[in-house]
């Protein structure tokens, strides 16, 4: 394993500078965010993200993410060119040394949370979800509202789009992922890229859209759908963990050994109820992910990708990007290095 640390481009208030003061981390996980989603990416702009990061002593370690058009999810027929365009990026990301792609499959909404600033009893704030006051949202007004990182929809394109995918069942959306991972993964493998699927987040449907990528069963059946190294998997402990049911150490050990987790994304939840969830500080202690274990099933197999510790909460009164300030995502690198250094065998 090897430390990683996300950073949002030139607009992040999180410096590549303070980034490389974070004992052990050495890679960059970041993205293109101005190129339209369906658009290739351009190999120049790719080229010089890469150039800024190695100027700061960092390597662009990971892409996340390359977003997938709505099209290709909806199984629709202009997918064709959207998926060349993919395959595209794919390309120009390993052609500037990237090895990790991280992406998801989820529709219309990324990860998303009912509230970005819960308070703990520390005086932090978090990030947290609660299925019912998600019910209580109105899609009616557009996504603007949503907390979260989704793309802000007008009430009109987001009106059209649930449209869309009312009908969609859980079997279409598993056609309609077997059907871009069989084109795009002989592309990742020609450049030299793995693909690393990020699980659902939350893992169950929200707003009645479907969400498939949710645990043990579908993570396998995701591998099978093109069984080859490069078609593998982002090992979220929060998104996962979300779950009860979803037992981390014994995933982590099953998936890594057979040297499918190209990519480990580490934090920490506490469930408070069902489909109800706030996020808590890394240590296992703090929460309901056992991450000493997930750790030590990734060294036992083998592991030696990339990490990083994922969202973090406000603290020192930081402000800044909701799961992505400096402070609280640095103590977790620390954490994370030193379990992984606590787990060497002598
Ligand atoms: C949230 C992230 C996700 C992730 C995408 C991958 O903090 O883990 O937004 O980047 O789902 O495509």
Redesign the pocket.
């Known amino acids: 394993m090897f430390l990683t640390f996300r950073w949002f481009g030139a607009d992040d208030p999180v410096p590549l500078a303070h980034i490389r003061q974070i004992p052990g981390v050495r890679g960059i996980v970041s993205a293109l965010y101005d190129v339209p989603i369906g658009e290739a990416w351009p190999r120049d702009n790719v080229q010089r993200l890469a150039a800024s990061v190695n100027d700061a002593g960092l390597a662009l370690s990971v892409v996340?993410?390359i977003p997938i058009h709505e099209d290709i999810k909806l199984g629709r027929p202009t997918r064709d060119r959207l998926i060349d365009n993919y395959a595209a990026s794919v390309r120009a990301i390993g052609d500037a040394g990237v090895r990790v792609l991280?992406?998801?499959f989820m529709p219309v909404f990324?990860?998303t949370r009912t509230d970005l600033a819960m308070r703990l009893s520390d005086g932090s704030l978090t990030l947290a979800y609660d299925d019912a006051a998600l019910a209580r949202i109105d899609l009616s007004r557009g996504s603007g509202e949503l907390p979260g990182?989704a793309h802000a929809y007008t009430p009109d394109e987001l009106a059209t789009l649930l449209a869309a995918y009312r009908g969609v069942t859980d079997e279409a959306m598993w056609e309609h992922l077997a059907y871009f991972l069989e084109r795009v993964v002989p592309a990742a493998e020609e450049a030299g890229v793995v693909m690393a699927l990020?699980p659902d987040?939350p893992p169950w449907p929200i707003f009645g859209l479907p969400r498939i990528i949710t645990d043990a069963a579908a993570l396998e059946r995701l591998l099978r759908l093109v069984d080859r190294p490069a078609n593998g998997l982002t090992f979220?402990t929060g998104s996962l963990g979300s779950r009860p049911d979803n037992d981390l150490p014994v995933m982590a050990r099953r998936f890594a050994e057979r040297g499918r987790i190209h990519f480990a994304?580490c934090r920490n939840v506490r469930r408070t109820g069902e489909r109800r969830f706030h996020e808590v500080p890394h240590p296992s202690t703090c929460g309901d992910v056992d991450m000493r274990g997930v750790l030590a099933a990734l060294r036992d197999a083998g592991f030696a990708g990339p990490a990083r510790s994922?969202?973090g909460r406000m603290i020192w009164g930081e402000q800044g990007r909701a799961?992505y300030g400096l402070h609280d995502r640095a103590l977790g690198a620390t954490y994370l290095l030193g379990l992984w250094e606590g787990l060497a065998r002598p």
């Open positions: 996340e993410s991280c992406y998801n990324d990860w990182w990020h987040d979220c994304h994922d969202h799961g």
